[in-house]
């Protein structure tokens, strides 16, 4: 006997207050099970794995916000070196938070407790996609409505035990129907169990226009726009008006901006708020760079195909200081400038994915940047007894403590400990043109770091030799000419002697004297 049924009156169900369901993305792929189905080579699993890298990230879904959490992709037709490729292609920076099996049971032999194991491991998972729904159905030919709906209703119950949201790779019918919802494969039985069903149709077999239908119990039917990237391979949202909804607000933003108007919209309300101001004055170098070839290109439009073309051409441009070309570190920091104000515009709302992303290749074999030896160590410090006294404390109290300048010219009586002959590293100190002194924290993740003055100096190597340089490479050339080599150092000291403290230049000389005779 079932026992008696289980009944609420309406009166207290109206009352009640009730866990909303969750959402993948929402108003989109909400909590319950889904149907993705799609003609052979349509892009399915393309759609798949990016929707598995978006909610994974937490990052919308064609202006859609998605709820971030742990994503399990079944990709049961590939091996771990195509999932690589693909993975690689749509994204930089795959997420952590995105698992991927190329392996699982049948509805019939443990994929349900394999799943419900890894939500108990996992926590709360927000998306699970199984690709395809065939390979875990057992072999059959009794193809009947009872036996679809069943099928789905074991999946349906399993999404709704582990409370997320679960969707099924499928394949359409190859017979023709006005209604695309009524092409998935199988009898009514399939459509009839979903909670949602997403039809990914193009318009021709070679086209990359597309169109996503969308139907469901909890969601408003819709039909996407979509264009397949080739270079991405990632399905981007056509709008035919000219605005798609915001990220936050749901207020309209315009997706027919240029590339220059989004950059002034971004250094006047995003930059200022993330950036440190060093970092905003060299990005602004970099933008100068970037308008002139850029400006006039829609967001919508850019692709990698542009910007590598930009890149190629930035490798032929003049060096505003040098008069030679510009080196391929140039070259790079002007792709970060870029990706990183494109990652914003993607996060407002004005594009679907960012086209700087694997963008941009290196020209050429990399190059070791060189790191000093001992001659060249003593080679420097020969040319520096030669300068006055105030460059040979400064300059040897850097090399002997691999200090950044800005460390160093930070420095305050208070930072050092005599008794423990140590340095106490707890600011930056930095100057930009025509702007105020700016002090910040060390750029090591630590924030504070200790520099221990110790040993013969005349027998030292580099502690790091950064000579005010983030790396911690060595590469400061240095002339056969004494004097010559006392003018790239004077350069040097001038730099760092406009942001030091009036007692700084004293502080340095008594670091030194206390060092080389410890």
Excluded at 40 to 62: I, M, R
Excluded at 235 to 252: Q, V
Aim: hydrophobic residues 35%; aromatic residues 8%.
């Amino acid at each position: 006997m079932a026992g008696r049924l289980r009944t609420i009156d309406a009166r207290t169900l109206a009352d009640a207050v009730l866990e909303p369901p969750g959402y993948a993305v929402k108003d989109l792929l909400v909590q319950g099970l889904h149907i993705l189905a799609g003609a052979p080579k349509t892009g399915k699993s393309w759609l798949a794995l990016w929707l598995c890298q978006q909610v994974a990230g937490g990052e919308k879904v064609w202006g859609y916000p998605t709820q971030q959490g742990t994503v399990l992709y079944l990709c049961l037709e590939d091996g771990y070196h195509r999932l690589q490729d693909r993975l690689l292609d749509i994204t930089e920076d795959p997420s952590e938070n995105l698992y991927l099996a190329t392996h699982a049971g049948t509805l019939a032999d443990g994929l349900a407790g394999q799943i419900e194991t890894f939500v108990r491991e996992h926590g709360r998972v927000s998306l699970i996609v199984i690709d395809t729904l065939q390979k875990v159905r057992e072999t059959c030919t009794d193809n009947t409505y009872a036996r679809d709906y069943a099928d789905l209703a074991r999946l349906k119950e399993l999404a709704d035990r582990c409370k997320t949201t679960v969707l099924l790779v499928h394949h359409l019918r190859k017979q023709y129907d006005s209604d695309p919802l009524n092409r998935v494969s199988g009898t009514a039985g399939m459509s009839g169990a979903a909670d949602g069903t997403f039809i990914l149709q193009r318009e021709d077999g070679s086209s990359n226009y597309g169109t996503l239908f969308c139907t469901g119990r909890d969601i408003e039917s819709k039909e996407l726009k979509l264009q397949f990237d080739p270079m991405s391979h990632i399905w981007e949202c056509r709008e035919d008006e000219e605005t798609a909804r915001s990220a936050d607000e749901g207020e309209p933003v315009n997706r027919s901006i240029t590339l220059a108007k989004y950059i002034d919209i971004w250094l006047e309300q995003v930059a200022p708020k993330k950036l440190a101001a060093s970092t905003l004055v060299r990005d602004k170098q970099d933008i100068r760079r970037i308008l002139p070839a850029l400006g006039h290109y829609k967001l919508v439009e850019l692709n990698k195909d542009i910007l590598r073309a930009f890149y190629d051409a930035m490798r032929s441009e003049q060096n505003w200081k040098t008069g030679g070309l510009l080196a391929e570190k140039t070259v790079e920091g002007i792709h970060s400038c870029l990706c990183g104000i494109l990652s914003d515009a993607v996060e407002a709302g004005y594009i679907t994915h960012n086209p700087a992303w694997r963008a941009y290749r290196k020209k050429g074999a990399p190059q070791e940047r060189p790191v000093a030896n001992e001659e060249t160590v003593q080679r420097l410090i020969t040319a520096l007894e030669g300068q006055s006294l105030k460059y040979e404390v400064y300059f040897k109290l850097i090399l002997a403590t691999g200090m950044r300048r800005g460390e160093a010219c930070g420095l305050r009586w208070s930072d050092i400990d005599w008794r423990q002959r140590a340095l106490h590293i707890r600011r930056n100190v930095v100057k930009l043109s025509g702007q105020p002194i700016l002090v910040k924290e060390p750029k090591n993740r630590a924030g504070e770091s200790t520099a221990w003055c110790r040993g013969d100096w005349r027998k030292m190597t580099i502690c790091s030799g950064r000579l005010g340089r983030s790396d911690g490479a060595w590469d400061i050339h240095i002339p056969a000419q004494k004097d010559s080599a006392g003018g790239k150092i004077a350069g040097q000291f001038k730099c760092a002697q406009s942001v030091a403290f009036p007692s700084q230049m004293r502080l340095f000389y008594k670091l030194w004297v206390n060092y080389k005779h410890c």
